[in-house]
């Protein structure tokens, strides 16, 4: 066997691994994904009842998920919300166990949300589009993290129209620390900071440019957050390719979804998810969107 064979076969393992990491990963996002809103929420809750002086008991009893005394990403385990039943180990294999199931509670048959599966499925495919694009690098690992982030951030914002901070801040930190080390995916310590500095004032400046000539918010201070700790990964030079990829994402779908799906056009629609993309995009492909970009702009 050829040197480039076991190169070959070496880049395939780590694609396989990388996707079957993946589907795991993509589990725990659903849970991620449908629990942290509701932690919050309840966390939220509990301190207006506290600030408004209302009796703790009846701040637990009205908080979301009452039911479980403690609810967090651990606690309590996977069960149907309809028959409260618990999901066994079997139950709970990734798309796999979806299918068996035949999309339905194995107790009281209620349909399983079509999104799980395909969360697992996104993840496990990006995770292996990351795994080739990197190899067997110590960079893979991070981004891989930074993959896994910007999905469980973007059905969150999808849902909620919310970007949690316990998502983009430690998201943005991670970012600059990786820069400071050999382990993150080439991004220079100057240019994580001024690209987190460059990403949060860029969007900042629009919104209150925005919001001074029409007296409306046209973004929440999450995508700020996003787009600084997308440009703390990626570094200052990819931010104009991720805005540019952003809002033409947003404005083709927004368009398309009031022409051929009625949506109301003074609903607000989440921007988080199409800096998600375009985040993941310029990791992958934004030095060659670069290059491209200057060879246009200078006529080559």
Not at 129 to 158: K, M, P, Y
Not at 171 to 189: E, K
Not at 244 to 258: C, F, K, Q, R, Y
């Amino acid at each position: 066997m050829t040197l480039l064979d076991l190169l070959s076969a070496s880049a395939t393992l780590t694609v396989i691994l990388a996707t079957v990491l993946g589907l795991l990963v993509g589990s725990f996002l659903n849970v991620v994904i449908y629990r942290l809103p509701l932690m919050l929420q309840r966390e939220w809750h509990a301190q207006c009842c506290e600030y408004l002086q209302i009796e703790p008991k009846k701040a637990v009893a009205q908080a979301p998920v009452p039911e479980h005394k403690v609810f967090n990403l651990m606690k309590p385990d996977s069960h149907c919300p309809v028959c409260k039943k618990p999901v066994r180990p079997w139950q709970n294999i990734p798309v796999l166990s979806y299918l068996m199931l035949r999309g339905k509670c194995s107790q009281c048959k209620t349909r399983i949300h079509w999104r799980y599966p395909v969360v697992e499925l996104v993840t496990a495919a990006l995770s292996a589009l990351v795994a080739w694009h990197f190899g067997a690098t110590w960079s893979c690992v991070a981004a891989l993290i930074f993959t896994w982030s910007l999905i469980s951030a973007t059905a969150i914002d999808i849902d909620h129209q919310l970007l949690p901070d316990n998502i983009t801040l430690p998201l943005l930190w991670l970012g600059l620390l990786l820069a400071a080390t050999p382990y993150g995916v080439g991004v220079s310590v100057g240019d994580a900071v001024i690209g987190a500095c460059a990403g949060y004032l860029s969007l900042w400046s629009v919104y209150q440019i925005f919001k001074l000539l029409t007296g409306r918010e046209g973004m929440g201070y999450g995508d700020f957050k996003l787009l600084a700790a997308i440009g703390a990964w990626l570094g200052w030079q990819q931010l104009l390719s991720v805005v540019i990829l952003s809002s033409m994402a947003g404005a083709v779908l927004g368009i398309g979804m009031a022409i051929f799906a009625g949506r109301d056009k003074n609903v607000p629609m989440s921007f988080g998810p199409y800096l998600a993309i375009a985040g993941f995009i310029a990791l992958i492909w934004g030095d060659v969107i670069t290059d491209w970009y200057l060879n246009l702009a200078v006529g080559v």
